[in-house]
T-cell receptor, first 113, second 110 residues
Framework: NAGVTQTPKFQVLKTGQSMTLQCAQD?????MSWYRQDPGMGLRLIHYSVGAGITDQGEVPNGYNVSRSTTEDFPLRLLSAAPSQTSVYFC????????????FGPGTRLTVT | DAKTTQPPSMDCAEGRAANLPCNHS???????VYWYRQIHSQGPQYIIHGLKNNETNEMASLIITEDRKSSTLILPHATLRDTAVYYC???????????FGTGTRLTVIP
């Protein structure tokens, strides 16, 4: 299994541009989520999904959209990039049992100028 | 979800056991204790979790006190590759978020 994969690894955007961060997992996990990590800080939840067709907001959802059309994929869309969205973005997934641990992707490092 | 308290940093000699403490005095009955680590610039890595009983896997052991108000993650023979930030997280089965604090920065010294 490849686990959780994310693309791209690095991205530079100008203020106002939009883009989609891709996340895929091949473990047939129902639960997927997106976090952001700012320098020297812990991770904060942006959006999550408990299954295909179901999404919900996390702690810091403003400026981001998500969709979950398949079990495998959970893309994160930045609608109009702002410098405050400069961060490292991590996607994670876990199995059906809500007690299991989450598996994280390698991250996307986004800079907005 | 209950908050956790961890020391900001610890050192451990290579080959020795690393014991990382975590206080979670407000933990409730259905909340699990999870440990993750983050090696520089990489995604967090799940290590282990437990509810009441001590747990062991190929990476580490988790010791939870009888009153469940604290726990210790044990890396039995620390290597240089174990240098990372270790996060102790408490989460109920119905919660969807993991509240990452600032964790403990473990440095394994040759």
């Amino acid at each position: 299994n490849a686990g959780v994969t994310q693309t791209p690894k690095f991205q530079v955007l100008k203020t106002g541009q939009s883009m989609t961060l891709q996340c895929a997992q091949d473990m047939n996990h129902e639960y997927m989520s997106w976090y952001r990590q700012d320098p020297g800080m812990g991770l904060r939840l942006i959006h999550y999904s408990v299954g295909a067709g179901i999404t919900d907001q996390g702690e810091v959802p403003n400026g981001y959209n998500v969709s979950r059309s398949t079990t495998e994929d959970f893309p994160l869309r930045l609608l109009s990039a702002a410098p405050s969205q400069t961060s490292v973005y991590f996607c994670a997934s876990r199995g059906d049992s809500s007690a299991t641990g989450q598996y994280f992707g390698p991250g996307t490092r986004l800079t907005v100028t | 979800d209950a908050k956790t308290t961890q020391p900001p940093s610890m050192d451990c000699a290579e080959g020795r056991a690393a014991n990382l403490p975590c206080n979670h005095s407000t933990i409730s009955g259905n909340e699990y204790v999870y440990w993750y680590r983050q090696i520089h610039s990489q995604g967090p890595q799940y290590i282990i979790h437990g509810l009441k009983n001590n747990e062991t896997n190929e990476m580490a052991s988790l010791i939870i006190t009888e009153d469940r108000k604290s726990s210790t993650l044990i890396l039995p023979h620390a290597t240089l590759r174990d240098t990372a930030v270790y996060y102790c997280i408490v989460r109920g089965t119905g919660a969807n978020n993991l509240f990452f604090g600032t964790g403990t920065r473990l440095t394994v010294i040759p």
